[in-house]
Structures are given as structure tokens and as C-alpha cells.
């Protein structure tokens, strides 16, 4: 299961089953789950812990060191769950710092050139389209889509169940469940489509309709004040436009509207 031109450090864990293609380095602090699949050219360093059935593609390189210049040296992680595919050159890093490792949840699509920075906390079912990166520390929620050339900014929320249009710049964060898009990125509507295909509920749907339109539409009215109201309303009791209004009410660096 192990091509004879890997080079895997005798110190990592690897369950027997786990296939090492040509050409992987597997560093000494590395614990690789049982149905594991390295194709080749793959490196993972680091003290990165990954899951079962995870799938690397060619020059994939995982758990490298971070690119933050406030690293001094201390020895940092990376957590990956299961049933990741990671294709190729896409470039995950460990953390800057000891208290929280870089962490990415279970099933998900990473294409080529996506690149997760040093202390993302990525939940489960996300796609990064190609070329799409994240700077450091960004959290993203589950099932969420971010389209190929797009970028985040560092420290920046990516709200469950959104999806980001191809070539945005993202620098504040993205309220769950809508769609982003644009150079100065905008929010355009509600992912309908998305929440369909997960099989929320027509009244569900049509309560973030309605919330989008008081939240984004008017932009004539501050954004505080248009949460405000609209938690005070019938509306805001539903259980999702709840969350919508919690996500906007915690965000520290500002809502893209």
C-alpha cells in the first residue's frame, strides 16, 4: 500500500490500509486514518491529524508551517476530519499559535489552488472552487460554496449555507444563507437553490426572502436598526431569520450588505 519512493518519517502514525502513492513525504508528527488515499507528490508535515477516507491528489501540500510573521516557534496543529478530497496544489497550514489548530470538519471539496490559512475553522460539506483562498483565522460554516478566483479576507465569518460568486473580494463577513457576489463583494439574494436542494422547507425559504428584503434591500436604513426591528417582529421568531440576526448582531468586523 506504500510505493517504495515515499518517505514517511518511522515516528508518524498511518493505518495499515492507508495507500501512499509515488513521491509522498509523510512528516514525523503525522496521523493519517484507516482508508486514507495519497496519490502522489503529497506532502503533510506538521502535527496534523487527519481522519478516515480522505483523498490527496498530486502535490497537495497539507499541515505546512504558517505564513504569519508572529510565529515564534512553538509547535502548532492542524485537525482534519473525514471523507475530505483535497485536490491538486491545494495548500492547508497549520496554526500560528498552541491554543486552536487549524480545523476542517468532514466532506469536503477542496479543488485546485484552494488554500485554507493558518488558524481557519472550517465546518463540514464546503467546496472551494479553484484559486479560491482564505487568510488566516477566517471561520466557515457548513455547506458552504466559494466560487473559483475568490478571496478572503483574514478574520472574516463565512455564514452557513451561503455561497460566494466567482472573483469576490470578501472583507467582512457573510451573513448565512445568501448569496455574495461582486468585485466589492454584494449581497445579491437569498441561496434559494442551495437551501432547496438540502431540503429546507418552503416556509423557510420564504421567511429569509422576507428577511433579506428588510435586511438588504434598504440600504437607506442602518443595519442595526433593520435587525433590531426585525427581531422584534413575527418574522424574527423563525428559526433560521434567528440565526441570521445572531450571526449579524456577533459579527466584529461588519456585515457585506
Do not use: W
Request: glycine share 8%; with cysteine.
Amino acid at each position: 500500500m506504500i510505493h517504495p519512493t515515499a518517505v514517511i518519517d518511522p515516528a508518524a502514525t498511518v493505518a495499515d490500509d492507508v495507500e501512499i502513492g509515488p513521491y509522498c513525504v509523510v512528516g514525523a508528527n503525522v496521523t493519517i486514518g484507516s482508508g486514507s488515499v495519497l496519490k502522489s507528490h503529497v506532502v503533510i508535515e506538521g502535527y496534523t491529524t487527519i481522519g478516515e477516507n480522505n483523498l490527496f491528489y498530486p502535490f497537495a501540500a497539507i499541515g505546512q508551517l504558517t505564513q504569519d510573521l508572529k510565529y515564534a516557534g512553538e509547535p502548532t496543529s492542524l485537525v482534519i476530519g473525514d471523507r475530505n478530497t483535497f485536490r491538486e496544489n491545494c495548500t492547508v497550514h497549520r496554526s500560528t499559535s498552541d491554543d486552536l489548530p487549524t480545523t476542517i470538519g468532514d466532506d469536503n471539496l477542496f479543488l485546485c489552488y484552494s488554500h485554507i490559512a493558518h488558524d481557519c475553522q472550517l465546518g463540514s460539506h464546503i467546496i472551494l472552487s479553484n484559486n479560491a483562498t482564505l487568510a488566516g483565522h477566517c471561520t466557515v460554516g457548513d455547506h458552504v460554496i466559494i466560487s473559483g478566483l475568490s478571496a478572503v479576507h483574514q478574520f472574516c465569518r463565512i455564514g452557513k449555507h451561503s455561497i460566494i460568486g466567482g472573483l469576490t473580494k470578501v472583507i467582512q463577513d457573510v451573513s448565512p444563507f445568501m448569496i455574495i457576489d461582486g468585485a466589492d463583494a454584494t449581497v445579491r439574494g437569498v441561496n434559494l437553490i442551495g437551501l432547496q436542494r438540502r431540503g429546507f422547507e418552503e416556509v423557510s425559504c420564504r421567511a429569509l426572502k422576507n428577511a433579506y428584503k428588510k435586511l438588504y434591500l434598504n440600504k437607506k436604513v442602518n443595519l442595526a436598526e433593520a435587525t433590531n426591528t426585525l427581531a422584534d417582529s413575527e418574522l424574527g421568531k423563525e428559526e433560521n431569520v434567528a440565526h441570521l440576526i445572531d450571526f449579524i448582531r456577533s459579527s466584529e468586523r461588519g456585515i457585506t450588505r
